[in-house]
């Protein structure tokens, strides 16, 4: 990681949004990161954001509170406001891989306040069906993960799981049409996964996805199931 990091302090970064020098080792400058929209207080368990009340760190949503947990923890540091669904969009639909590594890096960033203890042993990035991988020719989960897991020295397991089914894009489904769209959808493919890991994605929104590929790596074996997610909307 290290290595990486001095290599990456070589060449100067630039803002993706305004073309100044880069902050922090990131594509973006000091005060356009403060204009990031921060997932400040939100629920553990699936980022859901929340009211903030002094004093209380863990806090679960009301759904959460009902329903026994596949994910353990989720990560979503922030929400899905300009600038980040420019971010997104410019990477999935217009093929612009810096925001990869943007996306990467502030997904690192933000957890490197959290003890190492808690980390995943390794990252899981939602896999594409082959037919979708092959028309936009890259995965952005498994660009995200690759950056993040650079930046922190962890593994990224792009091979363990596979989408089985070309399944509908989620979007402007409601929350129990998505529950049917992806049932079923994700098959793991290795015996041999860690104890403890974290899935990578770019957008969380009702969790469906995570849910049912979380329930399918605990099924094979995996004991805690993290996410990792760029940005929640809500
Ligand atoms: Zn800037
Ligand atoms: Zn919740």
Not at 93 to 112: I, N, S
Not at 141 to 153: D, F, K, P, T
Not at 173 to 197: C, D, E
């Amino acid at each position: 990681m290290d290595a990486i990091n001095r290599i990456r302090a070589c060449f100067p970064s630039y803002c993706c949004l305004c073309d100044s020098r880069g902050q922090d080792g990131l594509d973006l400058c000091g005060i356009c990161r403060d204009t990031l929209p921060d997932n400040v207080c939100a629920c553990v368990q699936c980022g859901l954001p929340l009211p903030r009340v002094a004093g209380i760190k863990r806090r679960l949503c009301g759904r959460c509170q009902i329903s026994r947990p596949v994910v353990t923890e989720v990560h979503a540091p922030f929400l899905y406001r300009y600038p980040m669904p420019y971010f997104v969009t410019s990477l999935k639909f217009q093929g612009e891989q810096k925001y990869a590594r943007l996306l990467g890096d502030l997904l690192a960033q933000t957890r490197l306040s959290v003890a190492s203890e808690t980390w995943p042993e390794a990252l899981v990035p939602v896999p594409l069906h082959r037919t979708r991988l092959v028309a936009r020719g890259f995965n952005q989960s498994a660009l995200i993960a690759h950056y993040c897991g650079q930046r922190l020295g962890l593994p990224v397991l792009n091979h363990v799981v596979r989408r089985t089914v070309n399944t509908q894009a989620q979007t402007g489904l409601s929350r129990l049409q998505r529950l049917q769209n992806i049932r079923g959808a994700f098959a793991v493919t290795s015996r041999r996964l860690p104890a403890h890991v974290a899935i990578v994605d770019d957008v969380l929104t009702t969790g469906s996805t995570l849910r049912e590929l979380a329930r399918c790596l605990r099924r094979a074996g995996v004991s805690r199931v993290d996410a990792w997610v760029c940005a929640r909307a809500s």
